[in-house]
């Protein structure tokens, strides 16, 4: 049995197909620094790769269907360039959902004073205060549990249907897409973090009528211990609504996102 060379495997599926699958992993590849559960800190580099690898495998076939790929090393460049461009789009605008959970626990630590003991997020790496991290992990709970995943590789696909591999995107309208995204985040994180802001001020502008009517009061060694647990109060109450609050978010992320695409 002659052994089976690069060049002979490459005759047999046909260098337009690699070239495709080049194309659709440049692509996809976004996904896994970017978007939520895909760029987890907690997976390994292998593991991602692997299963960049078999995603490509699996959206070659719809993505070069079709399509006449061009091999010339310069196109196939220029190419690799929008791919990546219009993959980190979509990223960035499905990661924007699970950044703006994760701001809303910024918010919570700052007003809560949980900021001043930092620990270090398993999702990200990054260096957080308690409910920070808290959001962090339940977003991702929840993000698995409402199927944001499958979202998030169907809106995948669908990209290929509205940006074929050898046509290109408006880069205007990609841009005004990602700068909607990211203006995005600032307000779901206070839609989230709402209610423990506003139970929080209630409680301070309260400590603060105690403070004039009874000045004796030590309010500074009775009001930390009674925010914190205003806090946790509130939003153990406001986590179970978490859901489908991302829901709608993974949903209008995905498909605003596709539509400047």
Do not use: C
Request: proline share 5%.
């Amino acid at each position: 049995m002659s052994q089976l060379t690069l060049s002979t495997l490459l005759h047999q599926i046909g260098s337009a197909k690699v070239t495709g699958f080049f194309l659709v992993l440049a692509r996809v590849s976004p996904l896994f620094v970017l978007a939520p559960l895909f760029s987890s800190k907690m997976v390994p580099a292998r593991v991602k790769g692997i299963v960049a690898v078999g995603l490509s495998i699996g959206l070659t076939p719809l993505a070069v269907h079709g399509q006449n790929i061009p091999t010339d090393p310069m196109a196939v460049a220029g190419m690799l360039v929008i791919q990546v461009l219009v993959g980190l789009a979509f990223a960035f605008a499905v990661g924007m959902v699970l950044t703006a959970v994760e701001a809303a626990g910024a918010l919570t630590d700052m007003v809560a004073g949980f900021s001043f003991g930092s620990v270090v997020d398993p999702i990200n790496g990054n260096q957080g205060g308690t409910m920070t991290n808290l959001y962090s992990l339940v977003g991702l709970a929840m993000f698995i549990a409402i199927g944001g995943d499958a979202w998030t590789l169907r809106g995948m696909q669908r990209t290929f249907d509205l940006v074929p591999l050898t046509k290109a995107p408006q880069i205007a309208s990609l841009t005004s897409g990602v700068e909607q995204a990211f203006a995005t985040i600032f307000v779901s994180a206070v839609e989230v973090a709402a209610p423990v802001i506003l139970a929080l001020m209630i409680t301070d502008v309260a400590f603060g009528m105690i403070a004039k009517v009874v000045p004796q009061v030590n309010i500074f060694g009775v009001g930390f211990p009674m925010k914190v647990g205003v806090a946790m109060l509130i939003v153990a109450a406001s986590l179970p609504f978490l859901g489908s609050f991302m829901s709608d978010q993974i949903a209008t992320a995905v498909t605003g996102i596709l539509n400047f695409i």
